[in-house]
């Protein structure tokens, strides 16, 4: 299975999307906002659109679609109340819709467009794996430098407030690294599935978590599995690795569940 | 003496027109020990957050080490138990990590834990007597169990100045007695700057200097034993709502 080089590409990125991806998930489903990784793929699909009509490399837009509507998103949620929440709903539709305009204007409803929303792990090329792996590199070692930050307001608001936390620069750096986890997921499961690597794995981590930083651990570990397991099982399979990978976290979450409730918890 | 708390000419509204408090002047020394009390939607939970900074007052000053309250910077560290505090996120965050963010502050946004503040932590813990459960998930201890875990949290961070608001609602009266009790030994030990709320004092009356009555505004700031005796009846302070 690894004497292929676009094996080893697939695994490379699959390992690292698949560690990226909880690993700030864990932090979205905490503060509650499991839904902004969907919200900033619909914006990044906006940026795909953009790229194929601009004739500009998509990852690339796509990245800068994600962080800005992923800023947007946020400057707009911590407005609160109904206004936030339909602010937020504005955004994820106008992404979605305005990809469709862009892509039809460009022409491209066909097989490239496809890679995109639901990934295309197999055909990533050396240059996407060491930009997945720089950037990669960059959110988890942000993730392990802010950790402390980010606990301290998950844990208690309100006191890391009156702590002098800043929270709002922290809101948006998350969503920052929200952002690029999605447009460097895109490739491995596509803008439909990426919110879904995001949040499942922390899910099923936390059905048999001991403490915070074992929910985080778990998180990774549990994404990371589901990665080199989805994708081993859609190799043999012949199966579309995206689907396969979501499946397996999917999977893992129901034997977690089971797991946690044999405990009696 | 130099002042923690400075509030002059405070009144504030969550709406405009709304008037929660009104003609608030209050000062607070470093070193002292303060309960404020008054009836239910009296104001006394605002007048916390306008002292801590997390409301701006609409009208008047308020300063905390003579700083504007709201963007109050200082190097002095500030606990705040808040009323009904709960654990955030679906996490298990047990009762060291809880205590531990506690050690967190703005001037340290980077970096781990040294050996220092794993010690702050655990003597925080032992405190207030759950050493034997530090690493079991808070949520699953009882609500007076959980209080005091909060409590080691704001104690964690070595406050200048700890603001309890209502810290006994729902615990038990052992809990109290023992709450009271690790109050007064931080105030006399530590000779921290305590403000303590709530509308019911019992085992706190005794360690207190200072008693302030808040309904919208101040009407009574002086030691408790001066309290005229119809205000210890909660029933007169309603009765002019």
Known sequence: ?265 | MPLAVELRGVAFGYRPGQRVLEDVDLELGEGEFLAVAGPNGGGKTTLMRIMLGLERPSEGSALLFGEPAHRYAGGRALGYLAQRSSVGGDAPATVREVVSAGRFASRRLLGRLTGEDRSIVADAIERVGLSAVADTPLRTLSGGMQQRGFIAKALAAQPALLVLDEPTTGVDAESQESLAQLLADLHGELGVTIVYVSHEFGAIERFVQRLVLVRRTIVFDGSPHDLPGVWHDPGHVHAHD
């Not at chain 1, 909880?22 to 990044?44: T, W």
């Not at chain 1, 309100?158 to 460097?184: D, W």
């Not at chain 1, 936390?206 to 778990?218: C, D, K, N």
């Open chain 1, 1 to 265: 299975m690894l004497t292929t080089e676009f094996m080893r590409l697939a695994f490379a990125a699959a390992a690292i999307v698949g560690v990226l991806a909880p690993a700030v998930g864990f932090f979205l489903v905490q503060r509650r906002q499991s839904l902004i990784g969907d919200g900033i793929g619909h914006v990044a699909f906006a940026g795909v659109a953009a790229g194929i009509l601009l004739d500009v490399p998509p990852a690339l837009t796509a990245l800068v679609a994600a962080v800005l509507g992923g800023v947007a998103i946020e400057l707009l949620r911590s407005r609160g109340g109904a206004a936030g929440d339909q602010a937020l709903a504005l955004v994820f539709y106008t992404g979605i819709a305005l990809g469709v305009v862009l892509v039809a204007k460009a022409g491209a409803f066909n097989a490239d467009l496809f890679q995109y929303l639901f990934g295309s792990i197999l055909t990533v090329t050396r240059g996407e794996v060491a930009l997945i792996a720089v950037l990669g590199a960059a959110g988890i070692g942000t993730v392990a430098l802010l950790y402390r930050a980010f606990a301290a307001v998950i844990v208690d608001e309100e006191g890391a407030r009156v702590a002098g936390v800043p929270i709002g620069t922290l809101n948006v750096s998350l969503a920052v690294l929200a952002a690029v986890t999605v447009a460097l997921a895109m490739p491995v499961v596509g803008v439909l599935l990426v919110a879904a690597l995001m949040v499942l794995p922390v899910s099923a981590a936390g059905q048999i978590a001991w403490s915070m930083r074992s929910t985080l651990v778990l998180s990774t570990a549990i994404g990371l599995g589901s990665a080199l397991l989805g994708l081993t099982i859609s190799y043999y399979a012949d199966l579309p690795p995206s689907g396969t990978i979501v499946l397996v976290a999917a999977g893992a979450y129901l034997v977690t569940l089971a797991l946690g409730a044999a405990r009696g918890r």
